[in-house]
């Protein structure tokens, strides 16, 4: 990955002339490159992550493992697809193990989540079974800690 998209990454709040002063070029080089990456889809979206604790939303994200049954010539692109489509799923992807796919959904009581297995998600042609696994306490995503990182406590040593 290149840098600018390393920096993007990172903290999508830098403006485009801190990000031209830490790459060492224009900042219209910047936006330009900027553009381009929104345009041919590589920036996908921009987005700040959460503490859902401290902000007191009482909801939850849980991750569904769903198997499925693949149609020839289409694999499991068709399925996928189909349940890619349904509002409440945030991320699905295909994964190795006993499910075929895993999909994420965040922001629902917990109600909201077994109701979107039992009437939405299950009973879709191709769904073998599904398993719903609440997410209990998120101690770090995408890089960033939501607990306080460990304190080093191996000292100091003078040589």
């Given at each position: 990955m290149d840098r600018l998209l390393y920096l993007l990454e990172t903290?999508?709040?830098l403006s485009d002339a801190e990000l031209a002063v830490m790459l060492g070029v224009s900042e219209e080089e910047v936006k330009e490159q900027i553009e381009l990456y929104e345009k041919t889809g590589i920036i996908k979206g921009y987005?700040?992550?959460?503490?859902?604790d401290k902000a007191q939303a009482h909801k939850v994200t849980a991750l569904i493992e769903v198997k499925v049954q693949p149609r020839f010539g289409h694999g499991f692109e068709n399925i996928a697809d189909r349940i890619a489509q349904l509002d409440e799923v945030e991320s699905i992807y295909l994964m190795s193990g006993g499910y075929d796919l895993c999909c994420m959904v965040s922001d629902k009581s917990f109600e909201e989540v077994a109701m979107f297995v039992?009437?939405?998600?299950s009973p879709l042609e191709d769904v073998?079974?599904?398993t719903t696994h609440f997410i209990l306490k998120k101690y770090k995503e995408?890089?960033?800690?939501?607990?306080?990182k460990p304190a080093d406590d191996r000292g100091t040593i003078s040589l």
């Open positions: 903290n999508p709040r987005r700040a992550i959460i503490d859902k039992a009437k939405r998600l073998v079974s599904t995408q890089g960033v800690f939501f607990t306080s």
